[in-house]
């Protein structure tokens, strides 16, 4: 039997960073951002639906993000016609994950689990936090996103007190030992509950 574990948290708290530390502890890691990386690359399955809907945001046969997040600045409801074509294909790409898992424990790792409603096919929950002023130092240090694209992620996602609240696990971020330490406390605690069960 595998523990399918749920991996979430505000964007920049540090999920990926976690699920690499889960990884490191005997999990497989299926990560939903990299899905979407895959659908959009050239020959990616979301590349026809995309270039149906927003030809604009196809570059060299691609879905281009750099265009995506344009329209999106410009036209804000573009998110949902976005996601209404890219969540059924990531739903799809996840299944085939979870079809061929054989380590003990699979983490999911999806920065809209709550909001998705993605808990029923969930064994349990994480919720990765820093403190807000933490957070979003980190997003615009990467220099990837605007100050006002960062406000319209973080606008759209649930409030990072829920998140913590809905979890079964709280992860805190500060430092790379800490977060260590919590996701081993984690991974023994669900390998006890699988050997007692
Ligand atoms: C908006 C886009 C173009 C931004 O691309 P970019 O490479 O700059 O950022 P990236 O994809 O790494 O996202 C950064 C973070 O933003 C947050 N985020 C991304 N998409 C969404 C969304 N639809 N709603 C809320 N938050 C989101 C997540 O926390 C994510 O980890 C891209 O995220 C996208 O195409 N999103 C739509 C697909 C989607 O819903 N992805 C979410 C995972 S299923
Ligand atoms: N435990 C930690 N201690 C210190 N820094 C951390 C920790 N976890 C993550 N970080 C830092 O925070 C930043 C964001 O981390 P990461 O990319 O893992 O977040 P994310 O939640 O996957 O982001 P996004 O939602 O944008 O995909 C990175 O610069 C990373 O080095």
Do not use: N
Request: with cysteine.
């Amino acid at each position: 039997m595998t523990y399918i574990l749920g991996l979430t948290g505000s964007i920049g708290m540090g999920k990926s960073t976690t699920a690499r530390m889960f990884e490191e502890f005997g999990c497989a890691v299926w990560d939903a951002d990299a899905a979407v990386h895959r659908l959009y690359a050239e020959g990616g399955a979301a590349v026809a639906p995309m270039a149906e809907a927003f030809p604009g945001a196809i570059v060299d046969g691609a879905v281009s993000r750099e265009s995506l997040k344009r329209i999106i600045a410009d036209d804000p409801t573009a998110l949902r016609r976005i996601e209404a074509i890219v969540h059924p294909l990531v739903a799809a790409d996840r299944a085939a994950f979870l079809a061929d898992i054989e380590t003990d424990i699979a983490v999911l790792d999806i920065p809209l689990l709550f909001e998705g409603g993605h808990e029923a096919m969930l064994d349990g929950t994480v919720c990765v936090t820093a403190p807000a002023e933490v957070q979003r130092a980190r997003v615009l240090e990467r220099g990837t996103m605007s100050e006002a694209q960062f406000e319209t992620i973080l606008a759209k996602q649930m409030p990072d007190a829920e998140k913590r609240a809905r979890a079964t696990w709280v992860i805190e971020t500060r430092t790379l030992e800490d977060a260590r330490a919590s996701v081993q406390a984690v991974v023994e605690t669900i390998r006890r509950g699988m050997k007692d069960a």
